[in-house]
């Protein structure tokens, strides 16, 4: 029988995600343009207290730097109008450029916007603002989630901000490519993982951790595929190899444990649990993680998928129930 996204995607599929994540990005969707933008002011001006601080270094702002200085040297009123413009997702020039943008440098650019806005560079919210029961609804969930939590509804606030350039060619307006993170603690060189031992998911796991992304999709069937969290499977070594360049730099992951279970056709059915620690955090807090692998009988990957857990309790939640 031939493997199929479709089936693929229904593997472990009783592995529990936290619902806080999807449902405070609902209500975030859900809030005015003004709301949305009065959110991230409170939530970044917020950060270092109760919601967790990101820290997107140097060499990732320089890609945001001339959005940014063009935003400067504007009046309060078009600075407004600017930020108002990326909440709707307007086509201006400004939007197109934050629209080729990857997710990290989106959340690079409002982490030092938020910045700008503290010191009175850029126009904060209008001081007559009053903060509406839905942006009190959702800073309060935000705060109550952890730490990768908080940093995922962040990250998905921001991604779909700015005009939709999916289906433009490269431009004058697109950046040059994203800088690799400094890494702020050395990756596990050698994986071991508890009950597995399935040369294409350690080696999968080396090569992340070693920012070999090369080395990553040449482990991947030539129409397989790649399910972040909360997205769709991205499908394809082409497509897989441009998320990972953009989107997983710096990480370092560590499982923990797992089971894997064998297919009539030879294929394997795997589900691991471990943590991931991202350069926005450092090496001090990580994100629960489950992946969920099928191997095709030639010891390629054909399909993972990267889960975020619900509670520290999941990470011990391998059986099927």
Same mark, same amino acid.
Request: glycine share 6%; proline share 7%; no cysteine.
């Given at each position: ?11 472990? @599929? ?8 999807? +449902? ?11 709301? @949305? ?14 919601? =967790? ?27 407004? @109008? ?63 989630? #952890?730490? &990768?939590?908080?940093? =995922? ?22 950046? =040059? ?9 050395? +990756? *596990?060189?050698?994986?071991?993982? #508890? ?12 090569? $992340?951790?070693?920012? %070999? ?11 397989? +595929? ?7 499977? !991205? ?18 992951? $560590?499982?923990?444990? &797992? ?12 589900? !691991? =649990?471990?943590?991931?620690?991202? *350069? ?36 011990? %939640?391998?059986?099927?129930?």
């Amino acid at each position: 029988m031939a493997l199929t996204i479709d089936s693929a995607q229904n593997i472990f @599929k009783e592995t529990q995600l936290p619902s806080q994540i999807p +449902a405070t990005i609902a209500l975030f969707d859900q809030l005015s343009v003004d709301d @949305k933008l009065a959110y991230l002011w409170y939530a970044y001006t917020e950060m270092g207290k109760t919601i =967790t601080p990101a820290a997107p270094g140097a060499a990732r702002l320089q890609l945001a730097e001339s959005l940014l200085n063009q935003i400067k040297q504007m009046s309060p009123e078009e600075q407004t @109008k600017v930020m108002r413009d990326l909440a709707n997702r307007a086509d201006s020039p400004i939007s197109r450029s934050y629209g080729f943008f990857s997710v990290n440098t989106k959340l690079a650019f409002w982490f030092e916007l938020g910045e700008l806005m503290k010191q009175g560079v850029v126009a904060p919210i209008p001081a007559n603002y009053q903060m509406s029961e839905g942006v009190k609804v959702v800073l309060e969930t935000t705060q109550k989630l #952890d730490a &990768g939590q908080q940093i =995922t509804v962040l990250r998905n606030t921001v991604v779909d901000m700015g005009f939709d350039t999916s289906g433009m060619a490269p431009s004058s307006s697109k950046p =040059t490519a994203e800088p690799a993170f400094e890494r702020t603690s050395n +990756a *596990p060189k050698e994986v071991k993982i #508890d009950g597995i031992n399935e040369p294409a998911v350690t080696k999968y796991i080396e090569a $992340m951790n070693a920012d %070999n992304f090369d080395a990553a999709v040449a482990l991947f069937t030539d129409d397989g +595929a790649l399910q972040p969290p909360f997205h769709k499977p !991205i499908v394809g070594k082409q497509a897989i190899g441009k998320y990972m360049r953009e989107e997983a730099q710096g990480l370092n992951m $560590m499982p923990k444990k &797992g089971i894997s279970e064998n297919g009539p056709d030879g294929s394997k059915q795997l589900k !691991i =649990t471990g943590v991931v620690e991202t *350069p926005w955090f450092g090496a001090n807090v990580g994100m629960n993680i489950a992946w969920r692998f099928l191997v095709n009988p030639q010891g390629k990957i054909f399909f993972v998928a990267i889960d975020m857990l619900a509670s520290p309790k999941e990470l011990l %939640n391998l059986g099927r129930k």
